[in-house]
T-cell receptor, first 114, second 116 residues
Framework: EPEVTQTPSHQVTQMGQEVILRCVPISNHLYFYWYRQILGQKVEFLVS????????KSEIFDDQFSVERPDGSNFTLKIRSTKLEDSAMYFC????????????FGPGTRLTVL | AQSVTQLDSHVSVSEGTPVLLRCNYSSSYSPSLFWYVQHPNKGLQLLLK??????LVKGINGFEAEFKKSETSFHLTKPSAHMSDAAEYFCVVRGTSNFGNEKLTFGTGTRLTIIP
């Protein structure tokens, strides 16, 4: 059964460093998302992406964040200058098409900023 | 804007007894509602979904949920708990968009503990 994959499973970085979190959505899916979950808190929407552009973003998704689909299979989230409060689990999700309701989630990348 | 409220942050039940995880929603239109489960160190897995068809929705692993518009509720139930049900459960509502890219809004989660 196809699934969303994410790499790495755990990323440790120093404050101020850039990180790139990678996701491979299910191959025939058209809509892509990033969510995050700070430890002990609820899952929060970051950004949605369709047709090679951002469709919607939350207030969390400021200028330090960017997303890209560089090659038709990967979907990346970049944080330019990480802060301590960026430490969280980051989930990628994808959805097949407009008529489909379910978003399929990857296993997540745990980002630790020291 | 739509939102969900999970009424219990932690529920403990004995193995073999019924499970009830409560969720209330707020929405200005007929919502699409979901329950996701997260096992320790795992990703989010869809348990079941309600999208304006039958109000009683059956999901995986014996779970089901009933959409009650009059009570704005979407509680998750299971007749008999199993040890493997121990996990975090999230009630989720889907937003609306003309582009089909509706974001999901999650509740705060309910941690289910199963007592042997």
């Amino acid at each position: 059964e196809p699934e969303v994959t994410q790499t790495p499973s755990h990323q440790v970085t120093q404050m101020g460093q850039e990180v790139i979190l990678r996701c491979v959505p299910i191959s025939n899916h058209l809509y892509f998302y990033w969510y995050r979950q700070i430890l002990g808190q609820k899952v929060e929407f970051l950004v949605s992406f369709y047709n090679n552009e951002i469709s919607e973003k939350s207030e969390i998704f400021d200028d330090q964040f960017s997303v890209e689909r560089p090659d038709g299979s990967n979907f990346t989230l970049k944080i330019r200058s990480t802060k301590l409060e960026d430490s969280a689990m980051y989930f990628c999700a994808s959805k097949r098409d407009l008529s489909y309701n379910e978003q399929f989630f990857g296993p997540g990348t745990r980002l630790t900023v020291l | 804007a739509q939102s969900v409220t999970q009424l219990d942050s932690h529920v403990s039940v004995s193995e073999g007894t019924p499970v009830l995880l409560r969720c209330n929603y707020s929405s200005s239109y007929s919502p699409s509602l979901f329950w996701y489960v997260q096992h320790p160190n795992k990703g989010l897995q869809l348990l079941l979904k309600y999208t304006s068809a039958a109000t009683l929705v059956k999901g995986i692993n014996g779970f089901e949920a009933e959409f009650k518009k009059s009570e704005t509720s979407f509680h998750l139930t299971k007749p008999s708990a199993h040890m493997s049900d121990a996990a975090e459960y999230f009630c989720v509502v889907r937003g609306t968009s003309n582009f089909g890219n509706e974001k999901l809004t999650f509740g705060t989660g309910t941690r289910l503990t199963i007592i042997p």
